[in-house]
């Protein structure tokens, strides 16, 4: 038997010291410049990460979530309308719709890849519907061509909520094509993250770059001219952290594909539902997400925690399954969600990044089928 192992479940210390003096010279160079905010750091983040998408404009902001919410702002879409999305998500992707006062319509996941089911999103389709927001969950794109062939067909707006999968792509898309914009975040745990809190937006829509750095910045076009707007700006160190980050991205992603691919191999012949990889998409494996199928989720969660492996849940309370919802917002469920309720019943994340040894991918593996022998 193996001995005991901690097997934590983010790397972030553990990046930080591989690039330890590409970042310290980077946020060297921003305190040495004198510019903080707005700044020459952030304009060449930008720059790069829009070409990173290979799309005209990237505007950076405090938050993904903020990078959902203000296109839709921008875009006028706000009280008396509808949009579309799923409730096994991370709450974020809720919050922008009512943040700007329209309304959540809850449509459900399909069972292989947990994203939005999109054969279930014509029967939520009102006179007031005016979005969709397809998420992007565990690193895998959405069904973005048969998405946007709806859209088209109803005259909506998409937003691509890809919180979870910067560098991934469709069987043959990228991600940006099939959208009016695509939201991300950069808060840490994600896979372009940095050490704190920002977000951006992503797209080829002039009015939709100019509106959104408008509102970032106090609505302000010009100095000392405004309009109503906030404050979200993406800060120049961060932004600083970002590009020296943003070069080794692709490396980060294969390296989570391997390890991937090693649990799914390890974990093939048990109960275990293993995530599901659509011919030619390329999956980003910000989290890998196994599903009970026998009910037992809690059960394994303690024991690989018991074992000192830091697997967690992601979500385990759907939107919609959550304390007092809907708060007075307006929200519906159309068709029933009952695979969104399972995957939050069943999901369980095992450790996932890119400095994982090779001795922790082994042992999460040798301790999660110790616990299926005796599970069945
Ligand atoms: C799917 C999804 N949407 C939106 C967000 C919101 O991003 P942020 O935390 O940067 O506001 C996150 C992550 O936190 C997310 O995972």
Redesign the pocket.
Known sequence: MTQKMQVGFYGHVRQYHALKNELDQAIAEVLESGQYVMGPALARFEKELAEYFGMKHAVGLN???DA?WLPLLALGIGPGDEIITVTN??F??AEAIWIVGAKAVFVDSEPKTNNIDVSKIEAAISPRTKAIIP?H?YGQCAEMDRIAALAKQHKLIVIE?C??AIDGHGANFKVGEHSDAVAT?F?IQ?NLGTFG?S?AVITNREDIATGVKRLRNHGSPARSKHTFGFNSRLDDLHAAILSVKLKHLTKWTDRRREIAAMYSAGLKDTSLKLPYELPGYRHVMHLYVLETTKGKRDDLLSFLNKEGIDAKCHYPIAIHQQEGYPWGKEAAIVGGVPNSEWNAANCISLPMFPELTQDEIDYTIEKTLEWCKDNG
């Open positions: 938050s993904g979530t959902i998500t991370f974020a992707t998420v969950l909520d919180a979870q975040s808060i994600k809190d977000g």
